[in-house]
């Protein structure tokens, strides 16, 4: 008998326009799709525009289907890769973002004392893009794309 493996991860943005705002469609992904989810960051009104940063954990299968029934109820979905962005010319390896990160998507590598960044943990919370001496570190905000 397969095991079953619920490992699949993924961070995406929900943009939701004013008409879903107030509906219950990122509970029903847990009801229907059988997907588990950690709000990471929430900015939702009833009748107003809303967005939400969601770390989604279940089958890739049942993943992916719970993408395409946001979709079909109007919710724009962006992956988290998309919203922070390192210019790597810019970036001086200071560390300052390290401590600021709450998902361990920058850290710091102690073989050269440089620092890395993993989009995949990324929760697209902006911190980085405020300590960041040198401006190397961006957070995209033109969602029409």
């Known amino acids: 008998m397969k095991e079953v493996v619920k490992g699949f991860r993924k961070i995406v943005y929900l943009s939701f326009p004013p008409e879903v705002s107030g509906r219950p469609v990122v509970c029903n992904l847990t009801r229907l799709f059988d997907l588990s989810f950690n709000l990471l960051k929430a900015d939702i009104s009833p009748r107003h525009e809303g967005t939400m940063t969601l770390e989604l954990t279940g089958l890739e299968e049942d ?83």
């Not at 109820?73 to 390290?98: D, L, M, Q, Y």
């Not at 004392?113 to 990324?122: A, G, M, N, P, Q």
């Open 63 to 145: 993943f992916h289907k719970g993408i395409g029934y946001l979709k079909e109820n109007g919710v724009r979905i962006t992956p988290v890769a998309h919203k922070i962005f390192r210019n790597e010319e810019s970036c001086i390896h200071c560390g300052i973002c390290t401590a600021m990160c709450p998902t361990d998507a920058l850290i710091l590598e102690a073989s050269d004392r440089t620092i890395l960044f993993d989009v995949e943990k990324c929760s697209a919370c902006g911190m980085c893009t405020r300590v960041c001496p040198v401006k190397a570190m961006t957070l995209d905000l033109d969602d029409n794309k």
